[in-house]
């Protein structure tokens, strides 16, 4: 068993960094806002550090869950940074979906003091990282992602690595580009049936079964047709990651019209209050429109 820390307690890294301990591993967790952290020791045992810097100390991997590129850049660097405390040979993993940009700038900090580092952005959402059922994408160096593949394995569904430093998360943005132009067919496919007066929930168990199916579909479709959206990965993430998609396009010449449009579309979702609904709401929208 390993001694592991986990930087960041949200919806995604609570029951990630609890999947750990009930593996048997020696966890310690550190959380910006303590309360939480208190809570999952009580929940799961463990330890707790009150900065990123106490709480990797002695570790031998590193996990982090956190907001955007300025959160990670502070977990990871700075007297009170997590590499402030990590030894040579130890691993430190990035779960947030952050820029290229910033990976890299990590990556080579890392090198330079003998730690290794992977990026590993995830997909599946909150559901996904309570199950243990996540899709995670990795860049990095091969030994250094084969040292740390057992240990993201306790709550990954598929785990793959995808080349070097940045790899993980480009693939995480090519997730979210699919992603969003699916959501928005979904949304205008459920819009439409509602307004030709067609039973939803019928008209998707007919579907699903064909070309049409997919994860979104089956698993947002009902709290769709009930206009509920008081859950899973917010608004407000998904035009964060995808301005990252956005400005990394522009970078390597690639076009995402759809992409660019679906992005204003979550602009009009948040101008009606919904940054923190889930990005199914997109049908929202359309019933705002009529």
Same mark, same amino acid.
């Given at each position: 068993?390993?001694?592991?820390?986990?930087?960041? /307690? &949200? @919806? *995604?890294?609570?029951?990630?960094?609890?999947?750990?301990? =009930?593996?048997?591993?020696?966890?310690? %967790? +550190?959380?910006?806002?303590?309360?939480?952290?208190?809570?999952?020791?009580?929940?799961?045992?463990?330890?707790?550090?009150k900065t990123p810097r106490a709480a990797a100390e002695g570790a031998e991997f590193v996990m982090a869950c956190v907001g955007n590129d300025d959160d990670l850049r502070a977990v990871c660097l700075g007297d009170d940074g997590?590499f402030a405390a990590m030894a040579s040979g130890a691993v430190f993993v990035d779960h947030t979906t952050v820029s290229v940009k910033v990976t890299r700038e990590l990556y080579a900090a890392a090198a330079a003091i003998g730690?290794?580092?992977?990026?590993?952005?995830?997909?599946?959402?909150?559901?996904?990282?309570?199950?243990?059922? /996540? &899709? @995670? *994408?990795?860049?990095?160096?091969?030994?250094?992602?084969? =040292?740390?593949?057992?240990?993201?394995? %306790? +709550?990954?569904?598929?785990?793959?690595?995808?080349?070097?430093?940045?790899?993980?998360?480009?693939?995480?943005?090519?997730?979210?580009?699919?992603?969003?132009?699916?959501?928005?067919?979904?949304?205008?496919?459920?819009?439409?049936?509602?307004?030709?007066?067609?039973?939803?929930?019928?008209?998707?168990?007919?579907?699903?079964?064909?070309?049409?199916?997919?994860?979104?579909?089956?698993?947002?479709?009902?709290?769709?047709?009930?206009?509920?959206?008081?859950?899973?990965?917010?608004?407000?993430?998904?035009?964060?990651?995808?301005?990252?998609?956005?400005?990394?396009?522009?970078?390597?010449?690639?076009?995402?019209?759809?992409?660019?449009?679906?992005?204003?579309?979550?602009?009009?979702?948040?101008?009606?209050?919904?940054?923190?609904?889930?990005?199914?709401?997109?049908?929202?929208?359309?019933?705002?429109?009529?």
């Open positions: 068993m390993a001694r592991i820390t986990f930087l960041g /307690l &949200g @919806v *995604m890294g609570y029951p990630m960094a609890g999947h750990l301990a =009930a593996a048997g591993h020696d966890v310690t %967790v +550190y959380n910006r806002t303590t309360a939480k952290a208190e809570a999952w020791v009580a929940e799961h045992g463990g330890a707790l550090g997590a730690v290794g580092f992977v990026d590993a952005p995830v997909s599946g959402g909150q559901a996904g990282a309570e199950n243990g059922q /996540l &899709g @995670v *994408m990795c860049g990095g160096d091969q030994a250094t992602y084969d =040292a740390v593949e057992p240990i993201i394995d %306790v +709550y990954a569904k598929a785990c793959r690595r995808l080349g070097d430093s940045g790899a993980g998360q480009l693939t995480k943005m090519v997730n979210q580009i699919c992603i969003a132009g699916l959501v928005q067919g979904l949304s205008e496919g459920l819009h439409f049936a509602e307004k030709a007066g067609l039973d939803i929930r019928e008209v998707v168990q007919v579907i699903s079964q064909g070309a049409a199916g997919s994860w979104q579909m089956s698993n947002r479709y009902q709290t769709m047709a009930d206009d509920a959206f008081d859950f899973g990965f917010a608004v407000d993430w998904m035009r964060k990651d995808l301005g990252i998609c956005l400005d990394t396009a522009d970078e390597n010449g690639a076009s995402l019209p759809v992409t660019a449009l679906v992005d204003q579309f979550y602009k009009d979702v948040q101008k009606l209050g919904g940054g923190r609904w889930d990005t199914s709401s997109l049908i929202r929208r359309l019933r705002a429109l009529g």
